[in-house]
């Protein structure tokens, strides 16, 4: 008898072992598909000014929509892994972003492979691998109670921008550290020591200010009956018009950045999208941006992590 009820308590454990496996690997599917599903609808948008888009290559010479096609396809893989491992980390929130800078390394790596050494994604390999192992983290809670993948609310949403302070305290330091030993300084170092540009790391020390506070509720209030390009093109806009974009800083310094900000809050104050010939003035701005080799691309990366969370809450 008691032979049996250890091998009946055996199965049980196995299979609530394979059940939450399988939970995990499903539900890592789904964060991975939003995120490429973020990446593809920033890639389609248009017209986006200086950037890549359907139509033409804005500031970029180099690149034009199939690379960006080519680039998207290879992230699948990497998104799901920082998502798994978020979905089973049993440690720190500081100790998982150490754990998944070398997935990112191994992704950027897959990147420059598929788009023959193009630069098209390594930002947002960055920024989205954070989101996903910190939304991997957050929704351990459910896994126990929820059989379908759950759908956020906007104080569970906050959370996950708390879990990404713990990841990346005292990021930009640590980083830098020894930044004036160094002799070969990525364009990020760079701006750090020319303007004190703090980039990418220090929005995400900051918890990503500009989504959680801005995006973000900005999204919740579109009008879903509006064409999605336009309330895409809004997003991107209020990003070019509020944040510090290293990608223009490196193209063009502080006059171009106040560039953008300048045209994009112009733009907005006129009425935004809702303003006539909006789509016009819009490609107007790329067609300058595009004469001075300014592309935001921080806006644009802000756009697909906008996108992903708007997927974890039912927006898109």
Known sequence: MLNNQMKDYITEKRTIKEDKESKINNWAHQLSIYAQQGVLYEAVLCPKPGLVDPVNSGAHTDMNIFTFMDSSSSLYEGFYQYAKTGLWWGNSPKKLFQHIRPIGIRLEKQMFKETKGINTHKGIIFSMGIFLAAAGLFLQKYLGISHEFPILKDNETDKIFGIIKEMTLNLVDNDFQDIYQKKNLTNGEKLYL?????????????????VQKGTLPLIRTQDKNTLLNIRLLEVLLFLMSSIEDSNVGHRGGLEALQLVKTKAKYFINNGGLCQANAIQRIEEMNRLFTSENISPGGSADLLSITVFLGKLENIF
């Open 194 to 210: 020319k303007y004190g540009f703090t980039g990418v790391r220090g929005e995400a020390e900051a918890g990503y200010p500009c």
